[in-house]
């Protein structure tokens, strides 16, 4: 049985930093992409940041510089450290299972966390 659990996520003022967790099971973590995404109420699911197996990282243009995406393979667990929040990066976060290169593209992920909410406060 495939999950993924998401954890780290709450409310915090501008500029503060965050750190989100996802651990994985039921797959084979270290020879797949994990990948984060994230949804503002009333908007479609945003890409943030991807990693791949062999740790080549890409980020979104509205995040880079302040986020960081990481990952252990041995705990089968990625993380994304948030900095310099800003109001607008407010939204459920999502990690999902990359098994196909789908990068971007959030409709051809098969497995997915059940979120977990970020608000930042101005």
């Known amino acids: 049985q495939v999950q993924l659990v998401e954890s780290g996520g709450g409310l915090v003022q501008a500029g503060d930093s965050l750190r989100l967790s996802c651990a994985v099971s039921?797959?084979?973590?270290?020879?797949?992409?994990m990948t984060w995404f994230r949804q503002a109420p009333g908007k479609e699911r945003e890409y943030v940041s991807t990693i791949s197996w062999n740790d080549n990282r890409d980020y979104a243009s509205s995040v880079k510089g302040r986020f960081t995406i990481s990952r252990d393979n041995n705990k089968n667990t990625v993380w994304l450290q948030m900095n310099s929040l800003k109001p607008e990066d407010t939204a459920v976060y999502y990690c999902?299972?990359?098994?196909?290169?789908?990068?971007?593209?959030?409709?051809?992920?098969?497995?997915w966390g059940q979120g977990t909410q970020v608000t930042v406060s101005s």
């Open positions: 039921g797959l084979t973590f270290n020879s797949i992409s």
């Open positions: 999902a299972a990359d098994l196909v290169g789908a990068g971007g593209r959030a409709d051809e992920y098969d497995y």
